[in-house]
T-cell receptor
């Protein structure tokens, strides 16, 4: 089945450690997005990529890094520089602009 | 920064009542999307609007985009407990170069009491 998969669903890390969240899609979509969701904040854009080997910062990119080496994959690394990493992270993909985006089920990251 | 304002932030209605959620932008909207989210889950696409004055319906949910393309509304008729969740509006915004980023409002939390 076609879709977008995020893993793992829950992730726990110690403060000061980097952690990488996985996002894979088999929808042949060019564009991929990473969002962070905190209670009462809606979705805030971290990074987005329109094409392989190219990506742009979103509204809250500090403390995060991404790569887009393959069309299907857009992993997000939460670095130790991110001051408040505990949040719900959502990945999305879509074909072109002005088309609907498909979302993964999210990864809940807890840093202790 | 988020430029989509949603209202109300939260809404509690009795089952069977109608309700409306609004999404307002200071800039012209070229692609407006409505999504629904259950807590702790991904977003489910509801509808997309592009043209001024456009209106779309799916089951008991109707979305409209005003003629100026700066405001959209989502109307639910005869609400049911299954309508409960977070409703988010999203819009395309031009980023660097020819890239378009998809940004969202803060969402509206809907509770439907039986």
């Amino acid at each position: 089945d076609g879709g977008i998969t995020q893993s793992p669903k829950y992730l726990f890390r110690k403060e000061g450690q980097n952690v990488t969240l996985s996002c894979e899609q088999n929808l042949n979509h060019d564009a991929m997005y990473w969002y962070r969701q905190d209670p009462g904040q809606g979705l805030r854009l971290i990074y987005y990529s329109q094409i392989v080997n190219d990506f742009q910062k979103g509204d809250i990119a500090e403390g995060y890094s991404v790569s887009r080496e393959k069309k299907e994959s857009f992993p997000l690394t939460v670095t130790s520089a991110q001051k408040n990493p505990t949040a719900f992270y959502l990945c999305a993909s879509r074909g072109l602009w002005y088309t609907e985006a498909f979302f993964g089920q999210g990864t809940r990251l807890t840093v202790v | 920064s988020q430029e989509l304002e949603q209202s109300p932030q939260s809404l509690i209605v009795q089952e069977g009542k109608n309700l409306t959620i609004n999404c307002t932008s200071s800039k012209t909207l070229y692609g407006l999307y409505w999504y629904k989210q259950k807590y702790g889950e991904g977003l489910i696409f509801l509808m997309m609007l592009q043209k001024g004055g456009e209106e779309k319906s799916h089951e008991k949910i109707t979305a409209k985009l005003d003629e100026k393309k700066q405001q959209s509304s989502l109307h639910i008729t005869a609400s049911q407990p299954s309508h409960a969740g977070i409703y988010l509006c999203g819009a395309d915004k031009q980023g660097r170069g020819s890239n378009y980023k998809l940004t969202f409002g803060k969402g509206t939390l809907l509770t439907v009491n039986p």
